[in-house]
T-cell receptor, first 112, second 119 residues
Protein backbone atom coordinates (compact mmCIF):
# COMPACT_ATOMS: atom_id res chain seq x y z
CA UNK A 1 0.00 0.00 0.00
CA UNK A 2 1.84 3.05 -1.28
CA UNK A 3 0.69 6.00 0.77
CA UNK A 4 2.84 8.49 -1.13
CA UNK A 5 3.24 8.29 -4.89
CA UNK A 6 5.36 10.16 -7.36
CA UNK A 7 4.05 9.02 -10.71
CA UNK A 8 6.74 10.60 -12.86
CA UNK A 9 10.04 8.76 -12.50
CA UNK A 10 11.87 11.45 -14.45
CA UNK A 11 11.51 15.01 -15.71
CA UNK A 12 13.69 16.99 -18.11
CA UNK A 13 13.60 20.79 -18.14
CA UNK A 14 15.56 23.54 -19.87
CA UNK A 15 17.66 25.83 -17.70
CA UNK A 16 15.72 28.95 -16.72
CA UNK A 17 12.30 27.34 -17.13
CA UNK A 18 10.00 26.08 -14.41
CA UNK A 19 10.24 22.55 -13.00
CA UNK A 20 7.06 21.09 -11.54
CA UNK A 21 7.33 17.90 -9.54
CA UNK A 22 4.14 16.19 -8.47
CA UNK A 23 3.19 13.99 -5.55
CA UNK A 24 -0.06 12.25 -4.56
CA UNK A 25 -0.95 10.74 -1.21
CA UNK A 26 -3.68 8.58 0.24
CA UNK A 27 -3.21 9.03 3.99
CA UNK A 28 -5.37 11.89 5.27
CA UNK A 29 -3.58 11.80 8.61
CA UNK A 30 -0.29 13.26 7.39
CA UNK A 31 0.56 16.35 9.40
CA UNK A 32 3.35 17.76 7.27
CA UNK A 33 4.70 17.16 3.81
CA UNK A 34 8.38 17.48 3.05
CA UNK A 35 10.52 17.54 -0.07
CA UNK A 36 14.01 16.11 -0.02
CA UNK A 37 16.68 16.37 -2.69
CA UNK A 38 19.20 13.60 -3.27
CA UNK A 39 22.40 13.57 -5.30
CA UNK A 40 23.98 10.23 -6.29
CA UNK A 41 25.98 8.56 -3.51
CA UNK A 42 24.78 11.12 -0.97
CA UNK A 43 22.05 11.16 1.65
CA UNK A 44 18.79 13.04 1.12
CA UNK A 45 18.84 16.68 2.18
CA UNK A 46 15.80 18.59 3.31
CA UNK A 47 14.52 21.17 0.87
CA UNK A 48 11.15 22.58 1.93
CA UNK A 49 8.05 21.54 3.85
CA UNK A 50 4.43 22.50 4.21
CA UNK A 51 1.96 22.04 7.05
CA UNK A 52 -1.25 20.24 6.22
CA UNK A 53 -3.17 23.36 7.25
CA UNK A 54 -1.47 25.52 4.62
CA UNK A 55 -1.82 25.52 0.86
CA UNK A 56 1.43 27.20 -0.11
CA UNK A 57 4.95 27.65 1.21
CA UNK A 58 7.66 29.54 -0.60
CA UNK A 59 11.42 29.64 -0.07
CA UNK A 60 13.44 31.42 -2.71
CA UNK A 61 13.19 29.56 -6.00
CA UNK A 62 11.20 26.74 -4.38
CA UNK A 63 7.46 26.77 -3.77
CA UNK A 64 5.35 23.89 -2.54
CA UNK A 65 1.61 23.82 -3.15
CA UNK A 66 -0.82 21.58 -1.28
CA UNK A 67 -4.29 20.67 -2.51
CA UNK A 68 -5.86 18.71 0.34
CA UNK A 69 -9.12 17.96 -1.43
CA UNK A 70 -7.20 16.34 -4.27
CA UNK A 71 -4.56 14.86 -1.93
CA UNK A 72 -1.94 16.31 -4.17
CA UNK A 73 1.12 18.44 -3.71
CA UNK A 74 3.65 19.87 -6.08
CA UNK A 75 7.08 21.43 -5.91
CA UNK A 76 7.82 24.31 -8.26
CA UNK A 77 11.39 25.35 -8.99
CA UNK A 78 11.80 28.56 -10.92
CA UNK A 79 14.08 29.37 -12.56
CA UNK A 80 15.57 25.89 -12.83
CA UNK A 81 19.34 25.59 -12.74
CA UNK A 82 21.65 22.74 -13.81
CA UNK A 83 22.65 22.28 -10.16
CA UNK A 84 19.03 21.37 -9.40
CA UNK A 85 19.52 18.11 -11.29
CA UNK A 86 18.91 15.42 -8.65
CA UNK A 87 16.29 12.99 -7.42
CA UNK A 88 13.48 14.66 -5.50
CA UNK A 89 11.52 12.76 -2.88
CA UNK A 90 8.18 13.80 -1.50
CA UNK A 91 7.39 12.58 2.04
CA UNK A 92 4.44 12.68 4.44
CA UNK A 93 4.88 12.96 8.20
CA UNK A 94 2.38 11.03 10.30
CA UNK A 95 0.47 12.88 12.99
CA UNK A 96 2.27 10.95 15.71
CA UNK A 97 5.28 12.84 14.46
CA UNK A 98 7.57 9.85 14.32
CA UNK A 99 7.63 8.55 10.78
CA UNK A 100 8.27 9.94 7.31
CA UNK A 101 6.74 7.99 4.43
CA UNK A 102 8.53 8.64 1.16
CA UNK A 103 7.42 8.50 -2.45
CA UNK A 104 9.50 6.71 -5.05
CA UNK A 105 11.26 9.85 -6.22
CA UNK A 106 11.44 11.86 -9.45
CA UNK A 107 14.74 12.35 -11.25
CA UNK A 108 15.00 15.95 -12.45
CA UNK A 109 17.42 16.81 -15.22
CA UNK A 110 17.96 20.48 -15.96
CA UNK A 111 19.66 21.01 -19.31
CA UNK A 112 21.91 24.02 -19.87
CA UNK B 1 29.36 20.56 13.75
CA UNK B 2 29.41 17.07 12.28
CA UNK B 3 26.32 15.73 10.60
CA UNK B 4 24.97 12.20 10.80
CA UNK B 5 27.89 9.82 10.35
CA UNK B 6 27.44 6.39 8.86
CA UNK B 7 29.99 3.67 8.39
CA UNK B 8 31.03 1.81 6.50
CA UNK B 9 30.09 3.72 3.35
CA UNK B 10 30.42 0.54 1.33
CA UNK B 11 30.20 -3.03 2.55
CA UNK B 12 30.50 -6.23 0.53
CA UNK B 13 29.32 -9.49 2.02
CA UNK B 14 28.84 -13.03 0.75
CA UNK B 15 25.52 -14.77 1.20
CA UNK B 16 25.14 -16.08 4.73
CA UNK B 17 27.50 -13.59 6.34
CA UNK B 18 26.53 -10.86 8.77
CA UNK B 19 26.40 -7.14 8.02
CA UNK B 20 26.70 -4.45 10.68
CA UNK B 21 25.98 -0.85 9.81
CA UNK B 22 26.70 1.95 12.22
CA UNK B 23 25.15 5.37 12.65
CA UNK B 24 26.24 8.21 14.89
CA UNK B 25 23.49 10.83 15.05
CA UNK B 26 24.11 14.54 15.04
CA UNK B 27 25.28 15.98 18.33
CA UNK B 28 22.32 16.58 20.59
CA UNK B 29 20.04 14.24 18.66
CA UNK B 30 18.63 11.30 20.57
CA UNK B 31 16.23 9.95 17.94
CA UNK B 32 17.47 7.72 15.16
CA UNK B 33 15.68 6.35 12.12
CA UNK B 34 16.84 3.74 9.62
CA UNK B 35 15.59 3.73 6.03
CA UNK B 36 16.40 1.37 3.17
CA UNK B 37 16.56 2.25 -0.51
CA UNK B 38 16.45 -0.67 -2.89
CA UNK B 39 17.78 -0.08 -6.41
CA UNK B 40 15.48 2.18 -8.43
CA UNK B 41 13.07 2.56 -5.51
CA UNK B 42 12.25 5.16 -2.87
CA UNK B 43 13.20 5.22 0.78
CA UNK B 44 11.39 2.71 2.97
CA UNK B 45 11.11 3.20 6.72
CA UNK B 46 12.60 0.39 8.76
CA UNK B 47 12.89 1.35 12.42
CA UNK B 48 12.80 4.28 14.83
CA UNK B 49 14.86 4.20 18.01
CA UNK B 50 15.58 6.36 20.98
CA UNK B 51 18.44 5.68 23.37
CA UNK B 52 18.05 2.08 24.59
CA UNK B 53 14.53 1.82 23.18
CA UNK B 54 12.95 0.65 19.96
CA UNK B 55 9.95 2.89 19.39
CA UNK B 56 8.65 1.63 16.07
CA UNK B 57 10.01 -1.33 14.11
CA UNK B 58 7.03 -1.79 11.83
CA UNK B 59 9.23 -1.57 8.73
CA UNK B 60 11.78 -4.16 9.79
CA UNK B 61 11.71 -7.60 8.18
CA UNK B 62 10.62 -10.12 10.80
CA UNK B 63 13.73 -12.26 10.52
CA UNK B 64 17.47 -11.63 10.30
CA UNK B 65 17.23 -7.87 10.91
CA UNK B 66 17.75 -6.15 14.23
CA UNK B 67 18.60 -2.66 15.42
CA UNK B 68 19.83 -1.11 18.61
CA UNK B 69 20.75 2.30 19.95
CA UNK B 70 22.69 1.79 23.16
CA UNK B 71 23.18 4.34 25.88
CA UNK B 72 26.74 4.81 24.72
CA UNK B 73 27.92 4.52 21.14
CA UNK B 74 26.33 4.49 17.72
CA UNK B 75 23.12 2.92 16.57
CA UNK B 76 23.70 -0.45 14.89
CA UNK B 77 21.63 -2.08 12.16
CA UNK B 78 22.48 -5.75 12.02
CA UNK B 79 21.59 -8.13 9.21
CA UNK B 80 22.28 -11.79 9.82
CA UNK B 81 22.71 -14.40 7.08
CA UNK B 82 22.52 -11.84 4.31
CA UNK B 83 20.90 -12.69 0.98
CA UNK B 84 21.24 -10.97 -2.38
CA UNK B 85 17.93 -9.18 -1.87
CA UNK B 86 19.46 -7.30 1.08
CA UNK B 87 21.69 -5.38 -1.34
CA UNK B 88 20.61 -1.78 -0.93
CA UNK B 89 21.58 1.61 0.42
CA UNK B 90 20.78 1.93 4.12
CA UNK B 91 20.27 5.46 5.37
CA UNK B 92 20.25 6.64 8.93
CA UNK B 93 18.58 9.87 9.99
CA UNK B 94 18.40 11.69 13.30
CA UNK B 95 16.40 14.42 14.98
CA UNK B 96 16.64 16.14 18.35
CA UNK B 97 13.05 15.25 19.18
CA UNK B 98 10.49 13.05 17.45
CA UNK B 99 9.81 14.35 13.96
CA UNK B 100 7.16 16.98 14.02
CA UNK B 101 8.02 18.07 17.52
CA UNK B 102 11.60 19.02 16.67
CA UNK B 103 10.58 21.96 14.62
CA UNK B 104 7.75 23.16 12.49
CA UNK B 105 9.17 21.32 9.53
CA UNK B 106 9.39 17.78 10.85
CA UNK B 107 12.82 17.60 9.31
CA UNK B 108 15.09 14.60 9.63
CA UNK B 109 18.82 14.90 9.01
CA UNK B 110 20.20 12.08 6.91
CA UNK B 111 23.62 10.50 6.72
CA UNK B 112 25.30 9.67 3.42
CA UNK B 113 24.23 6.05 3.61
CA UNK B 114 25.87 2.66 3.73
CA UNK B 115 25.78 0.66 0.52
CA UNK B 116 25.56 -3.05 1.09
CA UNK B 117 26.37 -5.42 -1.74
CA UNK B 118 25.72 -9.12 -1.23
CA UNK B 119 27.58 -11.39 -3.62
Amino acid sequence: DQQVKQNSPSLSVQEGRISILNCDYTNSMFDYFLWYKKYPAEGPTFLISISSIKDKNEDGRFTVFLNKSAKHLSLHIVPSQPGDSAVYFCAGLNNAGNMLTFGGGTRLMVKP
Amino acid sequence: NAGVMQNPRHLVRRRGQEARLRCSPMKGHSHVYWYRQLPEEGLKFMVYLQKENIIDESGMPKERFSAEFPKEGPSILRIQQVVRGDSAAYFCASSPLPSGRASTTGELFFGEGSRLTVL
